[in-house]
């Protein structure tokens, strides 16, 4: 979705939905109407199963943007890193999630947290989470916690049965994880979509991590003029080389993606 310099993505299958981070414009942004307008038309006549937050900084955790998923979609689960460095905007959004587990406390619909770190996890594989999806997860991990961007979730989902595909959430992740995740993990990080890692910034661009992952499509999510020059132009002719299609939420004035499978291929539309 284009919701500025931030993240915000809807992954649908089979009747599911599970919301990726929860960027929304700040108050007073025009966008603000447009991104609780496409969050609706989006989710509409989906179950909402979970949201992911890839990490605590406000670009991809926003306070705002949680307590609307959580309070009018309802997920059963909000999933975060447990082993993550601490931002200004985490004690916000944790606030509001006590929030709503008191609030749903005792009901039919309890709201399930689920920190996640490679340290502690017994199995990568998160099967039971949405009986439509399949996770598996590949950081955070202790390891190269050297900054927040290289503590956040890198996690693949994968659409069970008939047209499912494969989504792999990058967060902000820098090129120093990547080498760890490449030594690790190798080609099971194969993916049919690739989210461009921190915005499509050339210090997240790891080559061998491309080649492994060898994406169909790769959606860049970046703010139209934000003064960080995301994407790179390096970054844009990396990803390039690798997927047969590349598109970014700041072109055309700021637009949104919607990726469906069509005959063998992805399909993008531009919606503004």
């Known amino acids: 979705m284009n919701v500025g310099q931030g993240s915000l993505a809807i992954v649908r299958h089979g009747g599911e939905a599970i919301i990726a981070d929860s960027?929304?414009?700040p108050s007073g942004d025009s966008r603000v109407a447009y991104a609780k307008g496409m969050l609706a038309t989006y989710l509409k006549g989906h179950y909402v199963r979970g949201l992911i937050l890839t990490g605590f900084d406000r670009d991809?955790?926003?306070a705002t943007g949680v307590g609307l998923i959580l309070t009018k979609y309802l997920p059963d689960w909000i999933m975060y890193p447990k082993c993550y460095k601490d931002t200004e905007e985490a004690g916000d959004v944790f606030q509001i999630v006590?929030?709503?587990k008191q609030r749903r406390a005792g009901t039919a619909h309890p709201l399930q947290n689920i920190s996640v770190c490679l340290d502690n996890l017994q199995s990568r594989l998160l099967s039971v989470l949405a009986p439509t999806f399949e996770f598996e997860l590949f950081s955070p991990h202790t390891e190269d916690m050297d900054n927040s961007n290289n503590s956040g979730i890198v996690v693949r989902m994968q659409g069970k049965g008939?047209?499912?595909f494969s989504y792999l959430i990058t967060g902000d992740t820098e090129n120093e994880r990547?080498?760890?995740i490449n030594r690790f993990f190798g080609k099971t990080l194969r993916s049919d979509v690739m989210a461009g890692p921190h915005h499509g910034s050339r210090g997240a661009v790891n080559a061998e991590t491309l080649?492994?992952?060898?994406?169909?499509t790769v959606l860049i999510s970046a703010g139209v003029d934000n003064p960080y020059g995301?994407?790179?132009?390096q970054a844009i002719a990396a990803f390039s080389k690798v997927a047969k299609h590349v598109y970014s939420t700041n072109v055309n004035g700021g637009v949104s993606l919607h990726t469906t499978i069509g005959t063998g291929d992805f399909e993008t539309?531009?919606?503004q």
Not at 230 to 233: F, N, Y
Request: proline share 14%; charged share 20%; no cysteine.
């Open 23 to 25: 960027r929304i414009p």
């Open 60 to 62: 991809h955790a926003d």
């Open 98 to 100: 006590r929030q709503q």
């Open 162 to 164: 008939p047209g499912g």
């Open 178 to 180: 990547w080498e760890t």
């Open 211 to 216: 080649l492994l992952v060898e994406p169909n």
């Open 230 to 233: 995301h994407p790179d132009s």
């Open 269 to 271: 539309a531009l919606i």
